[in-house]
């Protein structure tokens, strides 16, 4: 006797599209695939269900800035999104650079009983860029990489010297690649559009040079380190730099990289607005990189969609786009957004897309592929082609606002399960 | 028309009959007794999140001589970074009943924010590079006093396009009456490119046979940041007598002030004849109060 039985359901993991299953789950686990007896049966007659979905990166503000958004609320934001595995950042105030806070921190999320987290620490101490932080206890601790996202690392000896350093545990050290001196003021994309616009521009060479450099520094650290250093590239948003990366994965380097839902569904366009809503670091970037992006999803060069999620306050995204904070809330749509704009609207293929969402990211964190198979864990998403608009209201995050708002999607998450149990329902 | 925010999407016709308005309230402005009542009842705000003299007395006068009623709300960019909100601020004022905002900010958009949290007019009075479309229209009208019309007339702007909003809006704005504008700076303060306008490094270029000369002011903020030497800027960029010998002989100059005499400009030029700067000063209110006319007579209120 299982738990529950999802009916009827269509199964779909990186393996691909695999047919109608009645899906058996207990003691935590996939226990036939062939239905059986069970205490909930739940239509998936229409639905399908694939492994559940990991975010390398999102900003959950816990702790410190609890005001924008903290575990209770983020994790909520995450199983909504289908999410059952996140990776937080450390830019907190104070930052995570301890093995105590990272402790504390899993502690805290494991009592929620929400979507599992992996508290990422900072690589450097205070993320200042100076002093390195203590990888082996960090990854003791249960820490899943290192980074000072948020913050760029200016110092490469700093950055050689933490690679060298994680490579012995078997951690990524992941980059927010960006040129501060070439990047300046810059809130939006650098081009004729800002120069119209009158805004600061933030040029694509300052993505595309920081990659160049921070490559380099990888190639030394493989040159150098006993074991095998590994450098992940956050939130890749133009297409030179994300050609650096294809390049450097061709000649074998230990690199791998993510893209995030705005980047792959945004332009700059959208900055014609003058809304502080589409303001986010790196900017939005113009529709050669949005299909440059596209083709890295296709051809492997990204490994993860990452969303990125970046909650503020109402009042802090009125501010002008000079004042207004950098970020977008995404976890809640990520899935059905790019379920809708690149799967439908575009012919994406689907096993590849669920692949961007749980095996790609859990290869960036070293961790085995998940599929729908007997015997395997059961974290899974529901998920319903039905259409509904986005609407931040309802948001779990605290960040009840996105430029999403009003599009119509289909792929809802109805329903999420962590180990075979239900930590996000919506079904009707 | 239902804000001033910028000259996009405007047509030659509606800046022509804004532009007629203007010479009407010329014409009030030279009379003994400079006032109508044709703005009574309304109530003008001038916002300024960013400090300024010049907008704000002339916006202030402009809507005086027609009888409305003005408040003044000033804050330094300073309360602002403290959390202050522009929305709180303007939504205040709307409770009071203001009809039209002149808003000034040190960031681009700011006034186009603006109009999705008030009803009244939004006039920008000038936000961060983006526009200045009164300070255009005034310079536009100066323009057309000077030389009759705009028609295949070519228009020099020298100095700091990049960071200037003055720049952006004549750039928009005098294509529409027929000009042809020219661009001129250092390579790092000129934008990769602005619609309608030719852009060159070389002073020379943008000066050859212009009918007349506009000149922006060099901020002393480009020269800490590394984008421009003081000295090399004058050796190269400053308008001077021997350098205006290329434009069209008596070619005006312009300047939306304040000048840094010897800097970008000649400091005797500034008091020259050909130097329409105080005129510009001047047109400055008659233009200020055909845009309130314009955006206020006639309005849903």
Same mark, same amino acid.
């Given at each position: ?66 005001? #924008? ?37 899993? #502690? ?21 860029? #100076? ?50 001196? $070439? ?15 009158? $805004? ?97 999803? $296709? ?56 692949? $961007? ?5 859990? #290869? ?65 | ?15 022509? %009959? ?33 400090? @300024?003299?010049?907008?704000?007395? %002339? ?8 009888? +409305? ?8 960019? %300073? @309360?602002?970074?403290?959390?202050? %909100? ?21 960031? +681009? ?83 990769? @490119? ?80 050909? @130097? ?26």
């Amino acid at each position: 006797m299982g738990d529950i039985l999802i009916k009827n359901v269509m199964l779909v993991d990186a393996l691909g599209e695999r047919g109608l299953a009645d899906v058996l789950i207990g003691e935590g686990r996939i226990l036939s695939l062939e239905g059986g007896e069970a205490q909930r049966v739940i239509e998936g007659k229409g639905r399908f269900l694939a492994p559940g979905f990991l975010d390398l990166h999102a900003h959950l503000r816990e702790p410190g800035q609890e005001v #924008k958004e903290d575990l209770a609320t983020g994790l909520r934001a995450a199983v909504r999104g289908g999410y059952t595995d996140l990776v937080s950042m450390p830019n907190t105030n104070p930052p995570v650079d301890t093995p105590e806070a990272v402790r504390a921190l899993r #502690k805290k999320a494991q009592a929620l009983g929400l979507a599992r987290l992996h508290p990422a620490a900072a690589l450097t101490q205070g993320q200042e860029g #100076k002093t390195l932080t203590e990888a082996g206890l960090l990854k003791e601790a249960g820490a899943p990489l290192l980074t000072d996202d948020g913050h760029t690392n200016e110092d490469a000896g700093v950055l050689a010297a933490g690679l060298l350093g994680a490579a012995a545990f078997g951690l990524p050290v992941a980059v927010h690649a960006e040129d501060a001196s $070439l990047r300046r003021g810059g809130v939006m994309n650098d081009g004729p559009l800002a120069d119209l616009l009158g $805004l600061p521009g933030n040029p694509p060479e300052a993505e595309a040079a920081r990659v160049a450099r921070d490559l380099e520094v990888l190639r030394y650290a493989l040159r150098r380190a006993q074991a095998r250093p590994h450098l992940h590239v956050q939130h890749l948003s133009t297409k030179r730099a994300l050609e650096l990366v294809r390049e450097a994965k061709r000649a074998g380097l230990p690199v791998t990289a993510e893209a995030t839902p705005h980047h792959l569904t945004l332009t700059e366009e959208a900055l014609r607005s003058f809304d502080p809503l589409f303001k986010v670091a790196p900017p939005l970037r113009t529709g050669e990189d949005v299909e440059a992006l596209i083709e890295g999803l $296709l051809d492997g060069t990204l490994d993860a969609i990452a969303t990125d999620h970046a909650p503020h306050t109402q009042a802090e995204k009125e501010m002008d786009l000079l004042r207004a904070p950098f970020g977008i809330p995404s976890l809640e749509v990520a899935f059905p957004l790019l379920y809708t704009e690149l799967y439908r609207k575009r012919g994406f293929p689907l096993k590849r897309l669920v692949e $961007l969402f749980t095996d790609g990211p859990r #290869k960036v964190l070293g961790l085995p592929p998940l599929h729908l198979e007997v015997g395997a864990e059961a974290s899974l998403v529901l998920l319903d082609p039905k259409e509904h608009p986005v609407d931040p209201k309802a948001f779990a995050s605290k960040a009840r606002f996105s430029p999403w708002a009003g599009w119509i999607l289909e792929g809802w998450p109805v329903l999420t399960l962590v180990e075979g149990r239900i930590v996000h329902e919506a079904l009707e | 028309m239902k804000h001033l925010l910028d000259f996009q999407g405007w047509t030659r016709a509606e800046v022509e %009959s804004l532009l007629d308005t203007a010479r009407v309230m010329a014409e009030v402005l030279e009379r003994p007794v400079k006032k109508v009542p044709a703005l009574q009842g309304f109530t003008v705000a001038t916002v300024f999140f960013e400090p @300024s003299t010049r907008t704000r007395l %002339s916006f202030e006068l402009a809507a005086r001589r027609m009888s +409305a009623d003005v408040v003044s709300f000033a804050a330094a960019t %300073s @309360s602002l970074q403290k959390g202050e %909100s522009y929305k709180d601020t303007l939504l205040t004022l709307e409770a009071m009943g203001v009809d039209a905002y002149v808003i000034r900010a040190d960031a +681009a958009g700011v006034p186009h924010q603006a109009t999705r949290w008030v009803r009244g007019a939004v006039i920008n009075g000038g936000d961060g590079r983006r526009a200045h479309p009164t300070q255009a229209l005034l310079d536009a009208y100066t323009l057309l006093e000077a030389l009759g019309g705009l028609e295949g007339k070519k228009i020099a702007i020298v100095g700091d396009i990049l960071h200037s909003r003055v720049a952006r809006s004549n750039a928009e704005l005098l294509p529409l009456l027929g000009a042809e504008v020219w661009g001129a700076g250092p390579p790092a303060l000129l934008p990769q @490119s602005l619609p309608g306008v030719r852009l060159t490094p070389r002073l020379d270029e943008a000066l050859a046979e212009a009918d007349a000369v506009m000149v922006l002011r060099l901020q002393k903020e480009r020269m800490e940041a590394g984008l421009v030497n003081l000295e090399d800027y004058i050796a190269h960029y400053q308008v001077t007598e021997a350098r205006l010998k290329k434009a069209k002989p008596e070619a005006p100059l312009l300047h939306p002030g304040p000048m840094n005499r010897d800097v970008e400009l000649e400091g005797t030029l500034a008091d020259s004849a050909r @130097s329409l700067v105080n005129r510009q000063v001047h047109n400055g209110v008659a233009v200020r109060m055909a845009v309130l006319y314009h955006l206020l007579v006639g309005r849903e209120r």
